[in-house]
């Protein structure tokens, strides 16, 4: 489709100025009717640097960065017309970049076979289009058994003349201007081509009677009677030559039309090329092929065995702008948010969570099974995809778990990009601002604190922006600190918290006499901002919203009471871009954000979803993982995520394993360091088919939200079909809508292609999403909801604390923030210790915190730790640096 704002990019290389009067020719022929802007860049360096070079960041960079294309998604415009000096064969897709919106038709034809010659053949390889015009003069000319000489061995036009000519069953002679006797070699000419670049070189003297000349030269000759004082000359003394020739072509006027002529026609050829072999808004990715081998290798073998794409390549394959991409290395980078903003018109791709069952000590597979799934769509179905998941908090990694996301990738080591460290500082910010404003509140009177809050610079004393906005918020509508009155500069400086209302957790100077507190750092409340937020205004409205106390006449205190929230968005303005990484097989991933799913709300960040559904346009897809079983981070995706994205899912992807399913069934204790229980690894159908009542459990958990539930069975070696199969049919038995097994573990994207294909149809399946319940529920309602539907629960118990608690918050104005239970991850129950689907049972609320700024009310059930310790052997063991190599070991 061709429009008023379609660009035709007409590119010249340096040192190429006889190319001037194609370029000038062929942006004459865009007037008459076409719908096409043509335009002219000359580049500042040679389009291909030494011959049988192909180094495409060169011109393609520039072309995509400077010469302002459309953004991705949108329909391609025509080629660009590429001037060469070399005809070596170049890769077929050589040029093309997906999102581009410039096609681009070369002087050397990619992937075109050109005209049928004598004898029925075609063109093998790329020749210069100049080449192909001089065969059209010669059309209806006898060409077998004549006598040919070519003049020049150019690559443009010499080499490939002699070639075209030979093949048409001349006698070819090729000379040039050292040949000896020159003269002579040209007068037995029948045909004659003439292309050194030197004026007027072959005079007409040389030329034998009746020989057909074709004059390839473009020169300049001095000439005073021009406006310019110069006029352009064949290589051939046309006034002479004429004389004695049956057909000459002049110079202007010759060659040169044809030659455009013909690249507008290759440019028309090179789009339908590309159309008929691309879809538009589809990626053209390279995706990276994984050698697999038996047994499975370890992890770390296996990231170590393949080579990765630059990050920056990856990025302009999905249709990312080079404005957009921020470089940390050549591994990961971060997006900005100006992307949204430039895509904000294009459709939503389609939105899968990946969730699983309860967890147990065996493993689901979540991760693995949300990586091989975007590997399937992408390298094995050929669909724009992405993932978004969390980064790993380094207590896990430290603890107990490693980094378990084996089909990732490159890079993903223990810092990233240094998100989770912008936190940790963010939050240490908090704590100390309130270390010091109880400090000083205790320490100095009203009058001394305004002069130090407020000092006088100069002689001029001003409100900084975030006291203006305190004042307002107190009601006291002045700006000019000499008008405030003694009651209101009280009310200014005095926060008057209390110290027993604290919930931020911190570490506090011994000397004032307050406790000591720690939460983990995926566990602060900015985590959660961080992973909510919508925008960078959003989320310093949200960080400046943070309750971190109460004043003694119980009025909440928050970030922006202290002051703190300007420089806290500045702690976190990086923080909120998403991290770009890539899987083995080449599929962009995002990484962003990293809230626990049993203490927090367990999901990557809206950004990078609301970006990658952007990105990979309305028939592709963007798989996201919700924490920990569907009770948990699923319940907390819809109720809290996408309540607050207003983005609406497709398909939820159910993750079981048989052994895991064997556990909830009554299996065996499973120890750390001992072999497993034969349960485990033989068939046992008996205590599968007890252990699915947790599955199915998760898939009617699923299904209260409306979303049809796709059950991946995450195979192990050790399992039988009979076990896969009877999985398989319970699960469709309980409603989901497919249940496919899965090898993605040992097959990469091919093991879970017969899921891709399950999630392809369910996300063409009705769907009628709806939230849990209403926020303006009261608070012990919305528990009630929860523990009654998603957990199993027969009622809730609010202990005293958290009874109190209701009553603050309510009273507070926070009683409508959506509920985000911090509960074992172990159990549908309280109790870690009661697998499958415990009944009979009473949910022990202990305690409700608030995380105002994130937007939620968080309940402790029973003796959730909002601190997890390390267990007695830590993986902190086994992780080391090889000095010599640098590499990692241990990490996986």
Known sequence: MLGSDTVLALLKGMSRPHLIPYVVNKIRTFPQGIPVLP????????????????????????????????GSGLSPCLRCCYSFSHTESLPEDFGVAPNCSLFRALLLPVGWSGPFLGGGRTIPFQLPKSALSILGFLSGVQIAGRHAVVVGRSKIVGAPMHDLLLWNNATVTTCHSKTIQLSEEVNKADILVVATGQPEMVRGEWIKPGAIVIDCGINYVPDNGKPN???????????EAKEKASYITPVPGGVGPMTVAMLMQSTVESAKHFLEKCTPGKWNIQYNHLSLKTPVPSDIEISRSCTPKPIGYLAKEIGLLSEEVEMYGQTKAKVLLSTLERLKHQPDGKYVVVTGITPTPLGEGKSTTTLGLVQALGAHLHQNVFACVRQPSQGPTFGIKGIHWSLILWSFNLHLTGDIHAITAANNLVAAAIDARIFHELTQTDKALFNRLVPSVNGVRKFSDIQVRRLKRLRIEKDDPATLTDEEINRFVRLDIDPETITWQRELDSHLGFATQFDISVASEIMAVLALTSSLEDMRERLGKMVVASSKKGEPISAEDLGVSGALTVLMKDAVKPNLMQTLE???VFV????????????????ADRIALKLVGPEGFVVTEAGFGADIGMEKFFNIKCRYSGLRPHVVVLVATIRALKMHGGGPTVTAGVPLPKDYIEENLELLEKGFCNLGKQIQNAKIFGIPVVVAVNAFRSDTEAEVELVVRLAKA?????AVKCTHWAEGGKGAAALARAVQNASQAPSHFQLLYDVELPVVDKIRIIAQKIYGADDVELLPEAQHKVEVYTKQGFGNLPICMAKTHLSLSHDPEKKGVPTG???????????VGAGF????????????????????????????????????
Not at 39 to 65: I, M, N, R, T
Request: proline residues 11%; negative net charge.
């Open 39 to 70: 335009q002219h860049w000359a580049l500042p360096f040679p389009l291909l640097p030494s011959p049988g070079a192909y180094c495409q960041h060169s011109y393609l960079s520039y072309c995509e960065d400077s010469l302002s294309p459309h």
């Open 229 to 239: 004082g110069k006029r352009v000359v064949g290589d051939v003394a046309y006034h």
């Open 586 to 588: 080449g599929t962009p």
């Open 592 to 607: 962003h954000a990293g809230p626990f799913a049993n203490i927090a709300h367990g999901n990557s960040s809206i950004i």
């Open 734 to 738: 309980a409603g989901a809508f497919d």
């Open 841 to 851: 049972f009473v949910l022990p609320i202990r305690d409700i915190r608030a995380s």
């Open 857 to 892: 009310l968080y309940p402790l059930v029973g003796t959730m730790s909002t601190m997890p310790g390390l267990p007695t052997r830590p993986c902190f063991y086994d992780i080391d640096l090889d000095p010599v190599s640098e590499q990692v070991n241990g990490l996986f």
